[in-house]
T-cell receptor, first 110, second 115 residues
């Protein structure tokens, strides 16, 4: 029961911004949007999360639409080391687990 | 920066043997998790642990699996009698409380190979 929809893959150029879309049209009011990434077979790495406001940290920015039905993760200056599978996950405060989908495979090209 | 650590990085075992995977969560975290990822497949939730008891578990987490926090620092996953299909990467995660919900931080994983 996937709560999010992401494109299976995307390419971006090194040094450019990478904009990763995610649809979560059935999101509830108490559900957060989380982004993780997984580089090769390493453990998933937390990137950012938000409820309704846009968020920014040292890794990325998260833009959530006003109706909260979609969001975009922005990597401002992609590097080759940003090549990874990126997961958009919707999770409520009462839910312990993270439910991973297939994510978006992002390839950063020189 | 504090991080979750896991040992061993790779474990090879014979079918039917017991294995214990170990994790040291981030020290002030309260929530602990195990996930697994079979090669080429999605990351799957196994179990969550809070206040010294299981708070949620998936269908995968049957009687062959158990978790324990034997002391103040370690968190273990035991598989009693391994099967070929238990071969996977096993990830431990821990979470504190941040912004009203806990953010989970993952360890590097243990690759379990069952022969």
């Amino acid at each position: 029961d996937a709560k999010t929809t992401q494109p299976p893959s995307m390419d971006c150029a090194e040094g450019r911004a990478a904009n990763l879309p995610c649809n979560h049209s059935t999101i509830s009011g108490n559900e957060y949007v989380y982004w993780y990434r997984q580089i090769h077979s390493q453990g998933p790495q937390y990137i950012i999360h938000g409820l309704k406001n846009n968020e920014t940290n040292e890794m990325a920015s998260l833009i959530i639409t006003e109706d909260r039905k979609s969001s975009t993760l922005i990597l401002p200056h992609a590097t080759l080391r940003d090549t990874a599978v990126y997961y958009c996950i919707v999770r409520s405060q009462n839910d312990y687990k993270l439910s991973f989908g297939a994510g978006t495979t992002v390839t950063v090209r020189a | 920066e504090p991080e979750v650590t896991q040992t061993p990085s790779h474990q090879v075992t014979q079918m039917g043997q017991e294995v214990i995977l170990r994790c040291v969560p981030i020290s002030n975290h309260l929530y602990f998790y195990w996930y697994r990822q079979i090669l080429g497949q999605k990351v799957e939730f196994l179990v969550s642990f809070y206040n010294n008891e299981i708070s949620e578990k998936s269908e995968i987490f049957d009687d062959q699996f158990s978790v324990e926090r034997p002391d103040g620092s370690n968190f273990t996953l035991k598989i009693r009698s391994t099967k070929l299909e238990d071969s996977a990467m096993y990830f431990c995660a821990s979470g504190g409380l941040a912004g009203g919900t806990d953010t989970q931080y993952f360890g590097p994983g243990t690759r379990l190979t069952v022969l």
